[in-house]
């Protein structure tokens, strides 16, 4: 996603405003924990990401660290946000329901906000940088991948063992 112009004003900043809204009043809401479905979306991204990277050429050495740390500051926030998940099971349907908590909303605010601050000072500084504008927003990309794929982790991992807990006569939350 390019940077808008400098004269462009705030309306440029209105969209991703509202889908973080949107992301922030979505999660606010208890629902419907799906085990069996979490895989997808990490699936999803790995395969647009890995498309992207498809078309590139063979990264530098320093890209292709600066890309390994970008996984593992996704991978951490993504663990981080998940921990502060609530997950609940119904103990007589065993249904899972889940809902983030206020921090874990913080976290995806921060990470846009963090994105766009690193993106319009790589835009301006890639040449000092020694790196390209695109490798800046391949770190981004590679950023989500970490967030999505280890979030979804933590959250399967801790679900599949409160359902255990419950269905063996425990008092499930977390």
């Known amino acids: ?17 509202a889908v ?43 890209m292709l660290g600066i890309d390994v740390a970008a996984l593992a500051i996704g991978a951490t926030l993504g663990w981080w946000r998940a921990r502060f998940t609530r997950i ?11 809902r983030a908590s206020p921090i874990g909303m913080l976290v995806i605010l921060a990470v846009f906000a963090l994105r766009y601050a690193v993106r319009m000072y790589g835009a301006q500084n890639a040449s000092a940088l020694g790196v390209s504008a695109n490798a800046i927003a391949d770190a981004a990309l590679v950023i989500s991948v970490g967030l999505v794929c ?15 807990e419950a269905r063996t006569g425990g008092a499930p939350t977390a």
């Open 20 to 62: 973080i809204a949107l992301v922030i009043l979505r999660s606010a809401r208890a629902r419907r924990l799906r085990i069996e479905s979490l895989w997808v979306m990490p699936v999803v991204i790995l395969a647009v990401v890995g498309l992207s990277f498809s078309q590139q050429g063979m990264p530098t050495p320093l």
């Open 88 to 98: 609940t099971v119904d103990p007589a349907t065993h249904e899972l329901t889940s």
């Open 1 to 17: 996603m390019p940077t808008p112009p400098p004269n462009a004003g705030y309306a440029a900043y209105l969209v991703p405003l």
């Open 150 to 164: 280890a979030q979804r982790l933590e959250i399967a991992l801790r679900a599949t063992r409160l359902l255990n």
